[in-house]
């Protein structure tokens, strides 16, 4: 039986991420991976193939829409969507292909089959043969990441009732997608979708879509899909039932008013969150405990309730987003070594890939006004940016909120072009506990969008803005 110092379950983000740096800091690694693409959810069916379809129909939607302004003449756009889907494939492989170049640039065992323990430091890997084999170790990062969620009496059958998986390799344009649950994933795929020409409907429980953001956001986001891609929002809707008669689905509901209504397409996204993936991991066997809600209970150091045992990701407490798993797994292996890691969970920003871009860090206006904290607001519109006039993308704002005594920047919320690579100057700022002042006082090109930013900072700081 093989040894190692370190193995961790999932490659994900968080397991190749936690496994590449255990491997820097000098631990016999392991990564096991039950499928055989490494990657996890983020690489193959998730993140990167989702941008690789919303780069490619925002090309489309700008060429049938935008060039004849910006003086390009050309025929009527069609779209491939086998193409699309083709290239999307590509995009994704390439990327698995990089994960597997640093495996082995990194000296890491990788084992291809499903892991589970059978006590607290042996693990067996299950393989698709059915062979089994098993490996010692003196620790274990649990990775598994999380799966697309349902609600009670749906059943997803692949077709035309589908997850964020069976959407991104869908063969056809649908005509009209109704898409169940507000929140990050749907309002991207909805996006993608809705682009190429199809009609979207989305239903939500709650009164607003990306319900955890600043409530700005989702007032915004909400106008310019429906404004731009035509949306149509359904709110504060309790779904009951989808049903797929062959080329047609039903969704059943209850309306605000707890009437019974139905909603008719040819795809049904469902997009109501995901769960942890504990299944088959025979946690049992080593004694680690999950919490009520079907998480894996940790301590603040990500430690089980087993001493040699960890976990990081989708499969904790806390929001579900690659990154966050990437910096859980860097902490769990520096900590093993004997350093001192931390991460801030209040600057680990959020981000929504639709156009306008959606990103935000830190607290947001409904947090502070129930903490009873007193802030000021700056906001900028990018219609007033000389570089998102330039570009034609004139949708969205920067909102930053600031102490109303030390002027110190608690949140920043951002709509518009490229927020998603602005955001990270927030959590700079914000990670060094800087002023809205101090970025005011910064020098930011021109014209960029992150002029933006700076502008909004004169907002809060005695409404100073200059372009407004």
Known sequence: MEKFDVTIIGAGPGGYVAAIRCAQLGMKTALVEKYPSLGGTCLNVGCIPSKALLDSSEHFFNAANHFQEHGIDIKDPKVNIKQMIERKRGVVKMTVDGINFLMKKNKITVYTGIGSFVNKTT???????????QIESTKTIIATGSKPSTLPGIEIDKKRIITSTEALE??????????????????????????????ITVVEFMDRIIPGMDGSLSKELQRILKKNLGFEFLFKHKVTGVKNSGKEVTVSAFNAKDEKIEIKGDYCLMSVGRKPYTEGLGLENAGVKLDNRGRIETDDHLKTNVENIYAIGDVVKGAMLAHKAEEEGVLVAEQMAGQKPHINYNLIPGVVYTWPEVAAVGYTEEQLKEQGKKYKVGNFPFKASGRARASMDTDGFVKVLADEA?????????????????IAEAVVAMEYKASAEDISRMSHAHPTFTESMKEACLDATGKRALHI
């Open 123 to 133: 693990i067996q890997i299950k393989k698709a043969d059915n062979t089994v084999e």
């Open 170 to 199: 869908l063969q056809e344009v649908p005509k009209h997608m109704i898409i169940i649950g507000g929140g990050v994933i749907g309002l991207e795929l909805g996006s993608v979708y809705g682009r190429l020409g199809s009609k």
């Open 406 to 422: 030390t002027d110190e920047i608690l949140g920043v919320h951002m709509i518009g072009p490229r927020t998603a690579d602005m």
